[in-house]
């Protein structure tokens, strides 16, 4: 059994024999992986051949269940339209001014630019090419801000608050016609990740009111192209991990902040768990300190839908022998008995 149908076994256990290891994958990781090579997320838009070349060449080394070409661009969009963004010299994108200054601006966006612009169309020239090297061995995904974060960076969060709901249909539009096209070009994971909606940041009730419903309409459509649905949410959310279900998700990503024992009580099965080494203790431990966290996670929450991950993306200054260890621990654990 490959990399590709240990992954999907635990998802979709029904459709695969007995898999017999844990699946372990890292989440997002592009700005780590182009760091490896010495390549920042612009050299990786005006070189693309260069991403290609380090996305599989790491993977190999690593051997990550999932491959996450595209990711790290979230904040592209805010550009698209109009914001303005910076690309730090390794790392990820900043947004340094909204795209949108008022909710009337709304009318006149035109989506059809999300598809058109060049960095785009290159993102997704990346995920095909790395499907086409690697997709039959490696499960290919990538990720996209959901839609209330989305909305926070187009909007700025303090004035979401006040006109969210027209903009949440708008960005989870936005988010939509962002992720679908990576689907026939190779992407069968999406990765939706909503750090705004944390419940160190919202309440329940808002979570409730305006991200839960937005989510639950994007991965409904994405999912009729048969896509599979990762949802990350940073920070803890114990209060709303029982909600992931019905929203539609196939996996849930969680933070090092969440009880794994208690999240796997929650969600009873319904869906994949995945998580939740610290990030911090990946680029600040010894190969050693991550072993021990890794086999910390599976022991504690490991079942038949549990994936080893780290609790968010990884900072690009992460040694690559922590994350060779992460990721062999996975691969060499086994459940008792």
Known sequence: MNSREVLLKTIQRDTLPKRDRPASALLSGATWTFRQKGLSLKDVLEQPQFAISAICEM?????????????????????????????????????????????????????NQIGQHEWIVTIRSIIEAVHQNIGQEFLIGTSSWGPFTLAGQFYGVERLMAGIHALMELMT????????????????MLSIAEPTASGDLISLKHFEEFVAPYLQKVIARLKEQNALITLHICGNIKDRLHLAPAIGVDLLSVDYKVDLVA???????????????????????????????????????????????????????????????????????????
């Open 59 to 111: 993977n190999a080394l690593i051997q990550s269940d999932i491959v996450w070409p595209g990711s790290g661009f979230h904040n592209l969009l805010v550009h698209i339209f109009g914001g303005k963004i910076k690309f730090r010299p390794q790392g990820n994108i900043d947004v340094h001014e909204p795209a949108f200054q008022s909710i009337a601006e709304l009318d006149g966006a035109d989506l």
């Open 263 to 337: 999240a796997q009580r929650q969600l009873q099965g319904k869906i994949a768990l995945a998580g939740n080494v610290n990030p911090i203790l990946l680029k600040d431990g010894s190969p050693e300190d991550v072993q021990t966290a890794a086999v910390a996670c599976l022991e504690a929450a490991y079942a038949d839908n549990f994936i080893l991950m780290p609790g968010c993306d990884i900072p690009p200054a992460v040694p690559l022998e922590n994350v060779v260890a992460f990721i062999k621990a996975g691969a060499k654990w086994r459940p008792p008995g």
């Open 173 to 188: 539009e936005v988010c939509y016609r962002y992720l679908a096209p990576a689907i026939p070009k190779g992407a069968s």
